[in-house]
């Protein structure tokens, strides 16, 4: 049996003239890592903000944990974790007492929690260090860390993995996944496309509205209509356009050093696909089927 | 010829040795690309190339110019986007590019053609009449590159100049890049954190606590890794992760959403396949390419292995 946490029902902010958000709905069940995916200044944050209550929608509404979002929302922070982009740590206290800090705004007293807290993110060994002198993996480490000390049901993270390495942002990740498990429903904000597909769930926003919100795999089965085939070729612009004064092909991408091509099978099969590319003087062509993204998705809906 | 040509840059900001003997050397027509966290030193080493900051060691060569010496020489060679780099937002596209023309000398005759030229090249041709407070993100940015390329440069740094924006944007911006350096065979500098991006340069450099840990063609620093990933489709890929990690002759195992990443210690990748299908038969395992993450990530174990601090 599902349980829906969190709704939000033409949900919408306006600052002046400017809509941040518009209209949007959706739902996020007990268990989801919900991936929330956008550019910058899309509104992904103006988002979380309303449903942690600390902005008043303009229009329509968000309930958390049957909470209305803005008129309880003490309720809310109470039951919810947040860590945003830029989150505040006291670089003179050591990481335990940052910890400990925190946790007394919550009134948790209980100084086992704040031992499970450290152990969960990894900080034990690191409880004495001055937090000055962590790296940006663990400072980010700690800040999840104080999102969680008082046991939330909802961790909401915005775009905390902007500008860690690979390995700092992979292990963050499986911190993620280990908290899923442990029956923590997750709400992530990022514009790294890689990350939406470790998601149960994936919302597409771009302007203020939601464009999509479902299953990686259902969202790729829903948009993307076609062949996928992936084209290298010595010269990628020259490929790029012969591929793109093909009749039937809906689109194209660079995939890293490859051409990333959806076809409608029906005007282009392979084999018409493979002799118009390869009549035309290109040099180094080879065909192989390619693998349908959440990018491909994005730029669909998009365009 | 190298249009760019450094040795051994160092840069010091108090105790942090933010670039710690960068050496790069990137010849007309080639995309060079710094990959790394934030905190890694790209911004840095882009500020030396520009001259924005005085190396403690090693110079700088634009086109044979020395950037401290001959700054003048040099600078007209160089256009640059930096991250935050500062539209006029209550003048006109036009006025905003005319605005970097004639701060680089061209003259009205020079200008208009080129301006034109630029705008319709990154598809502002019919934008030029509004006013740049109210472009979106993607066009601030492709105005931003046209205004960069006003004065023909043969040396093109980028810094960060697709972080943040969608990825409709992100495939126009790299389709410029690449096009332009193909007609005007410039030097390019670019810097990225997206390991997808980086696999669309010549060459790039892996950028980590100031220094350039690996460098080459994606082709050659993937090939490092040549037959050492194995792909596991799993159902449950935490549970998972731990066991596969102690697996005999497996060095590291990381979850991809469903799928698990093993990397095998070299030459162990057959026998590893075989034990792994024996034990685990529900889950599909199959030897794939290594992503330029995968080199990123085993690169970064190695270093830290060796001493070197973490981030």
Known sequence: MTETLVVAKDLTRRFGDFIAVDHINFEVQAGEIVGYLGPNGCGKTTTIRMLLGLLEPSEGSASVLGYDAFHQTEEVRARCGYMSQKFALYDELTVLENLAFYAGVYSIKDKNRITQTLELVGLKERQKEITAGLSAGWRQRLALGIALVHHPRILFLDETTSGVDPVARREFWDLIYGLAQGGVTIFITTHYMDEAEYCSKVGLMKDGRLLAMDQPTRLKKTYIKGDIWDVAAENLMAAIDKVNSIPGVLQTSLLGDLVHVLVDPKICPRHKFERQLKTNGLRGVKITPGEPSLEDVFMGLTR | ?311
């Open chain 2, 1 to 311: 010829m190298n249009l760019i040509e450094t040795s051994g840059l160092v840069k010091r900001f108090n105790d942090l040795t933010a670039v710690d003997g960068v050496s790069l050397n990137v010849p007309q027509g080639e995309i060079f690309g710094l990959v790394g966290s934030d905190g890694a030193g790209k911004t840095t080493t882009l500020r030396l190339l520009v001259g924005a900051l005085r190396p403690d060691e090693g110079d700088v060569q634009i086109c044979g110019h020395d950037i401290l010496t001959q700054t003048d020489q040099a600078r007209e060679k160089i256009g640059y986007l930096s991250q935050r780099f500062s539209l006029y937002e209550d003048l006109t596209v036009l006025e905003n590019i005319r605005f970097f023309a004639e701060v680089r000398g061209l003259e009205l005759k020079d200008w208009k053609p080129r301006c034109m030229e630029l705008l319709s090249f990154v598809g502002l041709q019919n934008f030029t009449e509004r006013k740049a407070g109210q472009l979106s993100g993607g066009m601030k940015q492709k105005l931003g590159l046209a205004a960069a390329l006003v004065s023909r440069p043969q040396v093109l740094l980028l810094d960060e100049p697709t972080t943040g924006v969608d990825p409709a944007t992100r495939q126009d911006f790299w389709q410029l890049i690449i096009r332009i350096v193909g007609n005007e065979g410039m030097a390019v500098v670019i810097t990225t954190p997206y390991m997808d991006e980086a696999a669309r340069c010549n060459r790039l450099g892996f950028m980590r606590s100031g220094r350039i840990i690996a460098e080459g063609s994606p082709t050659q620093l993937r090939g490092r890794l040549e037959g050492r990933i194995l792909e596991v489709q799993t159902t449950s890929p935490i549970r998972l992760v731990e066991s596969m990690k102690d697996f005999p002759g497996v060095e590291d195992a990381r979850a991809f959403g469903d799928k698990l990443h093993l990397r095998v210690q070299p030459g162990k990748s057959d026998r590893v396949l075989k034990n792994l299908k024996r034990e685990h038969c529900k889950e599909v395992i199959r030897p794939i390419p290594a992503t330029l993450e995968d080199v990123f990530i085993s690169l970064t174990q190695n270093s830290d292995k060796e001493g070197a601090p973490h981030d």
